[in-house]
């Protein structure tokens, strides 16, 4: 048989220390900030990879039009 509780135990009785009030922690950042902090670093590092890639592009663009238009370039050339 379990013991009965009366209503003046239930309501004068001590909180432990687990049921104590504890300081609440900070809300976690909001997924905006997030997101805004994201476009503020990838809007750069694209630009940056675009501009590393422009050289490298070209090379590329001169090889194919050497061995595509060949005829061109040889013309080019005896005339200079």
């Known amino acids: 048989m379990t013991p009965e509780v009366t209503h003046d135990e239930v309501v004068n009785k001590e909180p432990d220390s687990s049921e104590v009030d504890q300081p609440t922690p900070p809300p976690p950042p909001t997924p905006r900030s997030g997101k805004r902090l994201l476009w503020l670093l990838l809007i750069p590092a694209v630009l940056?990879?675009?501009?590393?890639?422009?050289?490298?592009?070209?090379?590329?663009?001169?090889?194919?039009?050497?061995?595509f238009y060949r005829r061109k370039y040889d013309a080019a050339r005896t005339i200079a």
């Open 48 to 67: 940056v990879i675009a501009a590393l890639f422009q050289p490298l592009r070209h090379r590329i663009q001169a090889i194919i039009d050497r061995r």
